[in-house]
């Protein structure tokens, strides 16, 4: 089945950039989807199809994805990023949607 | 915007029965497919399944494949989740989501109801 791994934590001052890379094999080839969930609360969509914004999120948002690494960027880090972040992808090969292993963004 | 809310879970023994509900609002239920994903606590998010708008088609993740079945009431605005078998590892918040182009992103996700299989 397809695998996604991502860091399980990435630390960053705020107002620097933060990069969450999520990796699976030539997921460059594949629609990546990124979430937000703070503790107790539901996930939030906040990249879909690589790089494109839902309503509502910031700019500070944005993805890239190409070859075997998909990433998400958060600029100009706050200290109300402070989560844990997912992506996603549907596995066309099984018909399996699957997430990512989680990295939680820690604002220093 | 569209609300999602999440109902019947809580503590069932090893090998019993559930069934879970979403009830969908504000939104046309019918043009959306739907999701379950669960989480274990303190664990990464897990999908469980998938179903088509109509119904008539549907996916499973293979951990729960044999033993739950997904189901929609578009009539009712419903989704549900039947749960047969429950194990242990079944214990989970679960979260209902919708899909407006199938097959991609969840724009809108429920706050979650907690399923706890312990005897």
């Known amino acids: 089945s397809y695998v996604l791994t991502q860091p399980p934590s990435v630390s960053v001052a705020p107002g620097q950039t933060a990069r969450i890379p999520c990796g699976g094999n030539?997921?460059?080839?594949?629609?990546v989807h990124w979430y937000q969930q703070k503790p107790g609360q539901a996930p939030v969509l906040v990249v879909f199809?690589?790089?494109a914004r839902p309503s509502g999120i910031p700019e500070r948002f944005s993805g890239s994805n190409s070859g075997n690494t998909a990433t998400l960027t958060i600029s100009r880090v706050e200290a109300g990023d402070e989560a844990d972040y997912y992506c996603?992808?549907?596995?066309?090969?099984?018909?399996?949607?699957?997430f990512g292993t989680g990295t939680k963004v820690t604002v220093l | 915007q569209g609300q999602l809310a999440e109902s019947g879970g809580g503590l069932v023994k090893p090998g019993g029965s559930l069934r879970l509900s979403c009830a969908a609002s504000?939104?046309?239920?019918?043009?959306?497919?739907m999701s379950w994903i669960r989480q274990a606590p303190g664990k990464g998010l897990e999908w469980v399944s998938y179903?088509?708008?109509?119904?008539?088609?549907?996916y499973y993740g293979e951990s729960v494949k044999g033993r739950f079945t997904i189901s929609r009431d578009n009539a009712r605005n419903s989704l549900y989740l039947q749960m047969n078998s429950l194990r242990a590892e079944d214990t989970a918040v679960y979260f209902c989501?919708?899909?407006?182009?199938?097959?991609?992103?969840?724009?809108?996700w429920g706050q979650g109801t907690l399923v706890t299989v312990s005897s």
């Open positions: 504000g939104f046309t239920f019918s043009d959306y497919y």
């Open positions: 199809d690589d790089n």
């Open positions: 996603q992808v549907w596995d066309s090969a099984s018909d399996h949607s699957v």
């Open positions: 989501a919708r899909d407006l182009r199938g097959f991609r992103e969840s724009d809108r």
């Open positions: 030539n997921i460059g080839r594949e629609n």
């Open positions: 179903i088509s708008t109509s119904g008539s088609t549907t």
